[in-house]
Structures are given as C-alpha cells and as structure tokens.
C-alpha cells in the first residue's frame, strides 16, 4: 500500500461539475424525470445528445486518438454523481462506462477501432450484454456461445438477462464462450436473429431487459487470453465508478430532506429544531462525508491504474450503497405522507439508491469479496 | 490555527535545508531527544504552520509533511504525540491564536518538548456537555484571579505543569458571556488533584480543586468576558486530535481482530465474518476519510468534517472492540489487571487484555463532546438546521435553575 492518492476534487472537477450541473438543472428537473415514467419512451435522448455530443462526456475514458476525450476515472466519476443526483434518464453508465472499458480494455482491431470513436461521438450507445447484478470476479458468463459457419463467420446463440439498455443500445459488448473458451464479441443491435425485451424495473429511469441471440453475426474482439481480464477491468470499473452515482443519491437525498426539516412546521416549531431529526440529519451527514472519501479513492485508484482498485471498489459498494439507500430511505421517512407520495422526488432517489445497491454486486457481496482480496477469509 | 500561509514565501526547499542545517548541528543520532526536540523548535520545524518565534516559519500547513519526512531521513526519531497529548493537540494551538507574546515565548517550547504536560480543566460535576454553565469563580484582585471551584474528568492533571482553564468571571451576565480563560500554572498553592477511577480499573483522569488559587492577570488568554471563544479554539482542535490523524491499513483495533481471525481458524462462522468485514470495511473508510480531512487542511481549506471523524471513531472503536470480544471465546472472560493506576504518558496502554481497549472505548463518545453533542454541532454549524428551542442563554447565569 502506498501513499493515498488526492481524495479532492480537482478544479478541473470543479468546473466539470459546475457544467454538468447547469446542463442538469435547465434539462432534467425531476417533474420531468418523473414526468416520463409514464410514459413509452423511459431515455430522454435531446439529454444525451447535450451530455453526449455537446459536452463531450460520453467519451471520457476513450483515448484521444480514438475521437474520446482522454479523460481518467475522477471526471467520470464527477459526472456520474451529478447524473445520479439529477436521476438522469440516459444510459450513461452502461454505455460510457461498462461497454467502453470492456472495449478500451480489448486490444486493438479495426471493429473495436470504429466502434470507440461512434461511442465517444455518442453517435452511438453501447450495452454489456451481462445481467446488470453481475460483481468484478464473478465467473466468465455462460449463456451466450458462439460458433463458425463455413465461411468462417461468428455467430453467436444465447440469453442475457437483465442487461442495462437492452432494447436502446446500438451496439453490444458480449462475453461469449465459443469452444468452450471465453470471448469478447461485438454485436450489431440490429442483426438479424436478434430480439429484446424491456423489463418493467424498480428505478424506471433505468431499464433492463432480456438479450436473446439466435445465430446472430458478430465479430470476435478479444481472445481467451484477453477476454477474461478485458471483463474483469470492466466490472471493477463499473462498481468503482457506482459508488460516485450512490454518493450523488445520497447528497440530494439529504439536500431536500435539509430544506424540508427548516421549511415544515409541526407543534408551532420547524420540525427541524427536534432532536430526533437533527441527529438523524447529522449521522447522515457524517456518513457521506466518509462516502465521500471512498467513492473518491475508488475513483483515484482506477485513474492510478493501482493494484488497489479492486480492493478499492469493493470497499466502495460495500459502503456507499448501504449510505444512499440509507438516505434516501430517511428522505422519505422525514418527509412524512408528502414522501410517500408519486408527486414528490423522494421516491426516484429510493428507487435509484435501492436498485444501486443492487448493480454489480450487493454490499454483502462486497463484504464478502474483500475478505478474499485482504486476506480475511470466510469461514 | 495562526495561518500566515505563504506570507514569508518558505518553500519546500527551504525547509529541507533548514532541516538539514539542524541535523548537522544537533546530530539526532547523538543529542538526547529532549534537546533535539528543543533545537527543532527553534529552528521553526515543529509546526511549520505557527508563527516564527512560536516553533513555526509561517509556512503553508502542506510543508509540514515535508519537514516530517526530511527529519526522518536525517534519522531524527518521531515526535511522539503522547508524550504531551493534551498540550500538542489542544493547549498549542490556543496559546497560539490568543496568547500575548510573552504567554507565547513562555509556554510554547516546553510545552512541545513534553518538558511542561498540559491538561484541561473544563468539565466540573454541574457542566460537562453544558460546558458554558460552569461555576468555578475568578474574582480579581489586584493584579492577580482568585479562583475557586472544583474540575473534574481532568485527564493527565496528575502529570501536568499547565492547565487550559475555564472560570466564570461574572455571574450577572448570561452564561457564554461571564467566561474568562487563564493558563494556569499547576503547581501554584492550592491546587489540588486527585485520581479518580474509572471502569478499566486505573486512573487517566482526575479530580481537580481549586481553593483561593492565586492566577496573575498576565496569564489571562484573550480578553476578560472572551472565554467562550477562546474555549471554542480548544474543542475544535480536540475534535479533530482525538478523530483525526492519518494511519495505515489495519492501524488501530481492527488490527488485533484481522490477527485474530487470521490465527484462529476455528473461531470463523459465515456471521461473524460479515460482522468482521463489516469492521474492516468501516475501519478502512474512516481512515480514508481522516486522509481526506489533512488533505482537506493542507490544502488550506479545512472543513467540518472533523466532528463527523470524531464520531465515527468512537461508534467504530466500540464496535469492533465489542466483536474482538466475541471472538475471543473463553479469554473473552478473563481481564489482565484490575490493579488502581495512574495513567502514564507516551500512549503505552498496548498489550493489553481485549476487555481493557473494550471498557476504555466506552469513553471514545463521551470525552471531548459526547456523540449527542457533536450531531447537534453538525445539525447547527453544517447543515444550519433550526435551533432547539433553549431557556438558559439570556437570562443572567445566576438566575438559571441548577
Ligand atoms: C475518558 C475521559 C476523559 C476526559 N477528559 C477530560 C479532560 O481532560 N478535561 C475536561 O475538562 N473534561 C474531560 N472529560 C469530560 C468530558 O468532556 C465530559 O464528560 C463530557 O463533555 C460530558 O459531560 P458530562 O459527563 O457532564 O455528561 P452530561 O453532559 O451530563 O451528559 C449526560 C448525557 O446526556 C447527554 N446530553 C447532554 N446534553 C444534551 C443535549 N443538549 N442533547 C442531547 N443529549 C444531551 C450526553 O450526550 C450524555 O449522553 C473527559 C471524559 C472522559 C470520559
């Protein structure tokens, strides 16, 4: 273990955030979040075309010299908890983060190649074909396997379920096990032999549906000897990068629950002069100042390319999944009947903090993962 | 804290040279630590934060890290913390911020040298978390206080040459406001300080009479009727020395536990390891968020988080010393030593029994602001929520029910 790398936030950070935050606050106010439920169309695409296109974020971690921005895990992990504060409808996550770190990490090869500029262009929007619950060191996916006709064309056949964006992305990362061995694919969405369904999902501002694959073309992009790992920096990635969205939750979650303690009155008193609020306010302060810290070396440690990050991000979800679901849970408790009502927010951030929790791995999970990677092991 | 950040320009070069010209004329290797440690002073390398004349160069607060590390290359041993804790963490920067020059010159270099140990007499048996109720009096009389009034809880009083003392100075205004602070010196007549147990068996801290001490108005801190705000400098300090500081993975009593589960392979139940990576978890996450706050500080924006440390140092503390016992089976049972002691300086309460650092992390949440109070700190100064609604802070301190 070495020094702790800066746990702050830089004022590039600063800026990035401030922007991104304007974007958010004029664009994707939670009436409309909220709006949109109701609706067939759960992405708000004029929103990731201004995130996409105009800012530039969608190609964060994608090198320079493939159209992205060049960018290290820190912004990404800035914008990710603005997007999660403002419970942004677009697939961010999966597309900027999962499938392009499973393709960043793939080598070179001219499909990859044209694929990466088209996703930092956002032109494009890309999905891991994995269920979204998968956790870094879960075992190489078996349910989609490949094969090649006599032409020597891959085609792929199989399920994924509860992929993140399955019936918006353009292009699918898929791990895939032909021979036996494991693979990356990629996948045009709209091949032949492809179908998928949308799930009706807890947090509807982030759907998941089923993948199916009936001898559907693809090009192999990562051999036995690359995709396992190619996956591996994926999933560690993904659950570092979630713990900056669980802090974002969970910042918002007390900022409204703040306001309402100094607005509302009870017993001729601002509800937020009675101690049994205040402290509960103050712990959850104290809490996301520490999820703060974590969330923040998770990030550091990917940027560092450090031996840490897996340490890292499963210390991350361990902890800042409990805070945001936490928040959010306390969010609607002091907010009384108004909480508990589909005309406030508080609901979108328990929806978003609880299926959170419930992405790359639950906290348990973590938990249990780390007393592997720290050498304290399971009974 | 002083911070005239940059105002004489001391760069990171300037201190690695001022370090290497103290090595060369006080060899670490052969100058007894006290001398060393009183060289170091005058050099400006013991806060390089502080003042000039006060063991500081007026240097940004980031450079300390660079003396540190120089002075350890030059073989210098660490300045052990314990070896004062109450005077480094609490007295130093109070004499700093509101002594006169010659408090300063007086006080200071004794005090980091661990010649002189410090103690704080706030706490009294009618006000602890209601600090600013206190009743012992300071009437003056010439040039000089006359105080008295009985302290208690006073940690380290029966090692200590000062004392940080409170006392209320007139009664007929409301309570903040009837507050003076004096450095007070402990071996004056009529101090008188006895032990007083506590429930590991031994005696940290003590009770403290004072009866017609005589305290000579230069060693008053700050003006009369300013001793709230003087006292506010100590409690802030005290909350980020007792929560804060930077340690190594598995520093702290998670490490007796990680050993424990290491070693003893048949203690291991699926529930008690989650309950043992949740300690971990939580261990690790503070010690990134303490990394956070001097990072936060060195970078000259301290911010409030230092109460929230102090919390979660005492819930995690008691935490994982209530699971060290669990694990520990039979020896959970047993206890190494009930004997009545007084506390020695130097932090040297290692090796001992699981029960001892469980019993002792019972008072994590009370000392320097219990838990109920430091929420009610974040809850007014960080989240600025309403007040309670409070009877005593107008009325004249003598009128408030006792
Ligand atoms: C190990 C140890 C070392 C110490 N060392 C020193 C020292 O060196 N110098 C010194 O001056 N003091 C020292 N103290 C004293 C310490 O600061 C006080 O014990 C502490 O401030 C609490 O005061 P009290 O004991 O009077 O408890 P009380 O203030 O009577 O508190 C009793 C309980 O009521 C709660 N409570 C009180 N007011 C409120 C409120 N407004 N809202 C909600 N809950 C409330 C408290 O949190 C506590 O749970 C030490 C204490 C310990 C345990």
Known sequence: MTDIPSLLYTDVEDDLRATLRGLLADRCPWSDVLARVDTDEPYDESLWKSVAEDLGLAGLLIPESLGGAGATAREAAVTLEELARAVAPIPYYPSAILATTALTASPASEARDNALPALAAGTAIATLTIPATTAPGAEFPASITGSLDANGQLHLTGAATTVLAADRADLLVVPVLIDGEPHLALVDATAPGLTRTRATTLDATRPVGTITLDGVPATAIADPTQAPAALAHALVTGAALLASEQLGVAERSLEETVTYLKTRHQFGRPIGSYQALRHRAADLWADIAAARATARYAAAALAEGSDDAPIAASLAQAYCSDVAVHAAEECVQMHGGIGFTWEHPAHLYLKRAMSLSLLQGTPTHHRAALGGLVNLPSA | ?402
């Open chain 2, 1 to 402: 804290m002083p911070q005239n950040s940059g105002a004489t320009g001391v760069t990171a070069e300037e201190i690695r040279t001022r370090v290497r010209e103290l090595a060369a004329a006080h060899d670490p290797a052969t100058t007894d630590h006290v001398e060393f440690l009183g060289h170091r002073f005058d050099a400006g390398l013991a806060w390089v934060h502080f003042p000039v004349g006060c063991g500081g160069l007026g240097a940004p607060r980031a450079l300390q890290q660079v003396a540190e590390q120089e002075l350890a290359a030059a073989g210098a041993k660490p300045a052990n913390v314990y070896r004062n804790p109450i005077g480094l963490g609490m007295g130093a920067p109070t004499v700093a911020v509101h002594g006169t020059e010659e408090q300063r010159s007086r006080l200071l270099r004794p005090l980091w040298t661990g010649e002189e140990v410090w103690c704080q007499l706030f706490s009294e048996p009618g006000a602890g978390s209601d600090l600013a109720g206190l009743a012992t009096r300071a009437v003056r009389d010439g040039d000089d206080w006359i105080v008295n009034g009985q302290k208690v809880w006073t940690s380290f009083a029966h090692k200590a040459r000062w004392a940080m003392l409170l006392a209320r100075t007139d009664p007929d205004l409301p309570k903040h406001q009837g507050l003076t602070y004096f450095f007070l010196d402990m071996s004056l007549p009529g101090v008188e300080v006895r032990p007083l147990r506590q429930a590991t068996g031994q005696a940290e801290f003590n009770e403290v009479f004072l009866t017609d001490v005589r305290i000579p108005d230069s060693m008053r801190a700050d003006e009369v009727g300013k001793g709230w705000t003087v006292s506010n400098t100590t409690l802030m300090n005290e909350r980020v020395a007792i929560g804060g500081g930077a340690s190594p993975r598995e520093g702290g009593v998670i490490s007796p536990v990680a050993a424990l589960w290491r070693s003893r392979p048949e203690v291991r139940t699926p529930a008690l390891h989650d309950q043992v990576m949740k300690a971990w978890v939580e261990a690790e996450v503070a010690r990134l968020a303490n990394a956070r706050i001097g990072q936060q500080l060195a970078a000259g924006k301290p911010g409030p988080e230092g109460s929230a440390a102090k919390i979660s140092f005492a819930r995690i503390n008691q935490e994982t010393t209530r699971l060290w016992l669990e694990l520990s089976g039979e020896d959970g049972l047993t206890y190494d030593d009930w004997t009545m002691r007084r506390v020695d300086l130097g932090g040297s309460d290692g090796g001992r029994s699981a029960g001892y650092y469980y019993l002792r992390a019972k008072g994590n949440s009370i000392e320097g602001g219990t838990t109920e109070i430091l929420r009610g700190v974040i809850a007014d100064r960080v989240l600025e929520l309403p007040r309670e609604p409070r009877t005593d802070t107008k009325l004249p301190w003598k009128e408030i029910p006792r």
